[in-house]
């Protein structure tokens, strides 16, 4: 398998812009989780998904955030408008829950965001 | 609610020597613990978890971790460091049953030559 992939891997735009990150979980993996890293506040969970269905999102800074998942291989975090704060490294990770949390959660590469 | 502690937030240590990254959780309820690494530039990649059963977990890379349930800590150790176990380490938990994992402010070790 090709694990978790994330494009773009960099992303630079400016202020105001409208930004859209994707993800292709891994194949038969039910949960799709979208994190954040800083290095003010560390990894941080925005929302998770199972089964296509948005879970948990009370991670997600405001509404300028938003997250889908159209179907079980693909899914989007968008950022409209952005600001410089958004600025930082996201990560896309998948698992297979099964019903249980012991499942190890697989990261893609990130996608190293930077608004100027 | 549930939350973890990683006191240290940078290690260093001479190549070959032993280290210890200290983990301390804190919960109401069961929990899975875990291990994760991020090389630079990477994401993070499981290095051992705790589920139930002996409470010494060994993982990839010559990692072990000892689950202490009366001090609420899982501490990672390594007998002998190589330049290449360089990395930022997380300590993470999630409730049994959920897959909401809470993650540490992870501890970047540096591995001296």
């Known amino acids: 398998d090709a694990g978790v992939i994330q494009s773009p891997r960099h992303e630079v735009t400016e202020m105001g812009q409208e930004v859209t990150l994707r993800c292709k979980p891994i194949s038969g993996h039910d949960y799709l989780f979208w994190y954040r890293q800083t290095m003010m506040r560390g990894l941080e969970l925005l929302i998770y998904f199972n089964n296509n269905v948005p879970i948990d999102d009370s991670g997600m800074p405001e509404d300028r955030f938003s997250a889908k998942m159209p179907n079980a291989s693909f899914s989007t975090l968008k950022i409209q408008p952005s600001e410089p704060r958004d600025s930082a490294v996201y990560f896309c990770?998948?698992?297979?829950?099964?019903?249980?949390?012991?499942?190890?959660?697989?990261f893609g590469p990130g996608t190293r965001l930077t608004v100027l | 609610a549930q939350s973890v502690t990683q006191l240290d937030s940078q290690v260093p240590v001479f190549e070959e020597a032993p280290v210890e990254l200290r983990c301390n959780y804190s919960?109401?309820?069961?929990?899975?613990l875990f291990w994760y690494v991020q090389y630079p530039n990477q994401g993070l990649q499981l290095l051992l978890k705790y589920l139930s059963g002996s409470t010494l977990v060994k993982g990839i890379n010559g990692f072990e971790a000892e689950f202490n349930k009366s001090q609420t800590s899982f501490h990672l150790r390594k007998p002998s460091v190589h330049i290449s176990d360089t990395a930022e380490y997380f300590c993470a938990v999630t409730p049994r049953g959920y897959q909401k994992v809470t993650f540490g402010t992870g501890t970047k070790l540096q591995v001296i030559p």
């Open positions: 919960s109401s309820v069961s929990v899975y």
């Open positions: 990770a998948s698992s297979s829950g099964q019903g249980t949390s012991t499942d190890t959660q697989y």
